[in-house]
């Protein structure tokens, strides 16, 4: 069946550091992958997405590739702040079948 | 739009007592998923429904959970009897699926249940 394998956490950063938080997926066909955050108390928000093979999904200075021939979707930002601190998931959606990896949690230092 | 509403937000209740978690997706969309979260295992989809009916209950993980959708606005999640072990945060979520298109799921802010 789809599923999502992400990279174990907890990951704590100092501010400006460069993240990278890993993801594979298995999954039949082209599935739509997403990055989703959460923030304490809250529930998952859409981080960014790719529809398709080698597509870039970007936003907050976040970018992931969609690489087909390596089945993943890794998180990349080149500075975090404070603020990035969260629960970050990993997710593909192929149909109407949405699977989520287990979550990272990243903690950023001052 | 309000987003998804998910009612209550914090539920206690004791074991062998009965509790029915509520949702109300974005209007006009025609998928809804049920989530639950724990630290020991994530994430995890309980069901979801196409069009108020219900696709895959697979991730139910027994009889005493059962969803319904009664129309486009309103679903519930209800367990009886409710154990300790089904305390978790449960998360509701909403989506457009036109067939041969893959968007995103919405969510609600989630329901965080605690069995003692």
């Known amino acids: 069946g789809n599923s999502v394998t992400q990279m174990e956490g907890p990951v704590t950063l100092s501010e400006e550091a460069f993240l990278t938080i890993n993801c594979t997926y298995t999954a039949t066909g082209y599935p739509s992958l997403f990055w989703y955050v959460q923030y304490p108390g809250e529930g998952l928000q859409l981080l960014l997405k790719a529809t398709k093979a080698d597509d870039k999904g970007s936003n907050k200075g976040f970018e992931a590739t969609y690489r087909k021939e390596t089945t993943s979707f890794h998180l990349e930002k080149g500075s975090v702040q404070v603020s990035d601190s969260a629960v970050y998931f990993c997710?593909?959606?192929?149909?109407?079948?949405?699977?989520f990896g287990a979550g990272t949690r990243l903690t950023v230092k001052p | 739009d309000a987003g998804v509403i998910q009612s209550p937000r914090h539920e206690v209740t004791e074991m062998g007592q009965e509790v029915t978690l509520r949702c109300k997706p974005i209007s006009g969309h025609n998928s809804l998923f049920w989530y639950r979260q724990t630290m020991m295992r994530g994430l995890e989809l309980l069901i979801y429904f196409n069009n108020n009916v219900p696709i895959d209950d697979s991730g139910m993980p027994e009889d005493r959970f059962s969803a319904k959708m009664p129309n486009a606005s309103f679903s519930t999640l209800k367990i009886q009897p409710s154990e300790p072990r089904d305390s978790a945060v449960y998360f509701c979520?909403?989506?457009?699926?036109?067939?041969?298109?893959?968007?995103?799921?919405?969510f609600g802010q989630g329901t965080r249940l605690t069995v003692v």
């Open positions: 997710a593909l959606r192929k149909n109407n079948d949405m699977r």
């Open positions: 979520a909403s989506s457009l699926f036109p067939a041969g298109l893959n968007t995103e799921a919405f």
